[in-house]
T-cell receptor, first 113, second 113 residues
Framework: EPEVTQTPSHQVTQMGQEVILRCVPISNHLYFYWYRQILGQKVEFLVSFYNNEISEKSEIFDDQFSVERPDGSNFTLKIRSTKLEDSAMYFC???????????FGEGSRLTVL | LAKTTQPISMDSYEGQEVNITCSHNNIATNDYITWYQQFPSQGPRFIIQGYKTKVTNEVASLFIPADRKSSTLSLPRVSLSDTAVYYCLVGAPWAGNNRKLIWGLGTSLAVNP
């Protein structure tokens, strides 16, 4: 069964460092998303991406965040200068289209020290 | 954006049927109702999606009354492995429609032996 894969599974970084989280969505999906979940809290929408551009982003997704689909398979989330409060589980998701279910990856746990 | 309300937690026993109800009073005409399951430190997993009446798949049933202001996820004969958080979401997750799913805290289901 096709799945969304994310790397790394866990990253520890120092405050102020840049972090890139990588995702390989399911190959025939058209819509891509990043969500985050701080431990014990809600799943929060960060950004959606379609047709090689951001289609929507939340208030959390400020100038420190960026997304990119550098080739036909990878979808990355970059945090330019990490803050302590960026510590969370980051989930990538993809969807085949309109009203389709979201397929989530297993997540990348980011710990900022 | 439609907001949902569901119980914070529920307890059940193995072999019982579990019904989790979600209210979504301001659901819009184009909104779908989608349920996800999440185990600790894992990405959410799609369970079922519906628009109206009843939908059934191999793991659950979804009951939606005519006014669509609520929905009930029914898990038949739960087992210990069904212990998880269950999220009810209303909306459409697709990218180009300026909508994003709002995740609540979900319902934490504990299945006891």
């Amino acid at each position: 069964e096709p799945e969304v894969t994310q790397t790394p599974s866990h990253q520890v970084t120092q405050m102020g460092q840049e972090v890139i989280l990588r995702c390989v969505p399911i190959s025939n999906h058209l819509y891509f998303y990043w969500y985050r979940q701080i431990l014990g809290q809600k799943v929060e929408f960060l950004v959606s991406f379609y047709n090689n551009e951001i289609s929507e982003k939340s208030e959390i997704f400020d100038d420190q965040f960026s997304v990119e689909r550098p080739d036909g398979s990878n979808f990355t989330l970059k945090i330019r200068s990490t803050k302590l409060e960026d510590s969370a589980m980051y989930f990538c998701a993809s969807s085949p289209g309109h009203a389709g279910e979201l397929f989530f990856g297993e997540g990348s746990r980011l710990t900022v020290l | 954006l439609a907001k949902t309300t569901q119980p914070i937690s529920m307890d059940s026993y193995e072999g019982q049927e579990v019904n989790i109800t979600c209210s979504h009073n301001n659901i819009a005409t184009n909104d779908y109702i989608t349920w996800y399951q999440q185990f600790p430190s894992q990405g959410p997993r799609f369970i079922i999606q519906g628009y109206k009446t009843k939908v059934t798949n191999e793991v659950a049933s979804l009951f939606i009354p005519a006014d669509r202001k609520s929905s009930t996820l029914s898990l038949p004969r739960v087992s210990l492995s069904d212990t998880a958080v269950y999220y009810c979401l209303v909306g459409a997750p697709w990218a180009g429609n300026n909508r994003k799913l709002i995740w609540g805290l979900g319902t934490s289901l504990a299945v006891n032996p």
